[in-house]
């Protein structure tokens, strides 16, 4: 089944805890984006990829890293974790950068 | 910039009956994909169809086809026969995979839909 997935779905954490998000997709895509989404500012890209060794900024790049070592995997990161990235986090992947696929998404808590 | 707008941020229709969704986009380009999203109570953000604006057929997917008016810039979203799976929040998107910042959608502030018996 062609899909995006996302791990862990629902982590609770701590201020400056660092942590990884992984996202992981079958379908053989080129391009990869972390979103945010948030009440009343709704989604936002945080990340993109164009392809292996290749990543660049979205609009809300502070806090986070990204790699992509592989076609397949591109995890985020969050070095040391504040309240404020407290989100719903989407993985999506696209062939051709046009019609993009949604991961399952990851709630994130930070105390 | 791009920008896309929804105005209505709530909207319910009953079960089996058709109701349509507004969305206006503002782009200077000439080339780029226009999409409808789907994000039931689940959180997951669903595909239900998509448009590529050099095409002028409007696209269809079953029950849910669009209404693309390239030069007004307006993308709606009907459903027809409406079931209680469809409610959920729907988002319009917009995408020009050949501009700066590879394939950032950008999105619509959504519109709840509540499907009643």
């Known amino acids: 089944e062609a899909q995006v997935t996302q791990n862990p779905r629902y982590l609770i954490t701590v201020t400056g805890k660092k942590l990884t998000v992984t996202c992981s997709q079958n379908m053989n895509h080129e391009y990869m984006s972390w979103y945010r989404q948030d009440p009343g500012l709704g989604l936002r890209q945080i990340y993109y990829?164009?392809?292996?060794?290749?990543?660049d900024k979205g609009d809300v790049p502070e806090g986070y890293k990204v790699s992509r070592k592989e076609k397949r995997n591109f995890p985020l990161i969050l070095e040391s974790p504040s309240p404020n990235q407290t989100s719903l986090y989407f993985c999506?992947?696209?062939?051709?950068?046009?019609?993009?696929?949604f991961g399952p998404g990851t709630r994130l808590t930070v105390l | 910039a791009q920008t896309v707008t929804q105005s209505q941020p709530e909207m319910s229709v009953q079960e089996a009956e058709t109701v349509t969704l507004s969305c206006t986009y503002d782009t200077s380009e000439n080339n780029y994909y226009l999409f409808w999203y789907k994000q039931p109570p689940s959180r997951q953000m669903i595909l239900v169809i998509r448009?590529?604006?050099?095409?002028?057929q409007n696209a269809t997917e079953n029950r849910f086809s669009v209404n693309f008016q390239k030069a007004a810039k307006s993308f709606s979203l009907k459903i027809s026969d409406s079931q209680l799976g469809d409610t959920a929040m729907y988002f319009c998107?917009?995408?020009?995979?050949?501009?700066?910042?590879?394939?950032?959608?950008?999105f619509g502030t959504g519109t709840q839909l509540k499907v009643e018996l």
């Open positions: 990829s164009m392809n292996v060794e290749v990543t």
């Open positions: 448009q590529e604006a050099y095409k002028q």
């Open positions: 998107a917009f995408v020009n995979p050949l501009t700066g910042g590879g394939n950032k959608l950008t």
């Open positions: 999506a992947s696209s062939l051709r950068g046009d019609t993009q696929y």
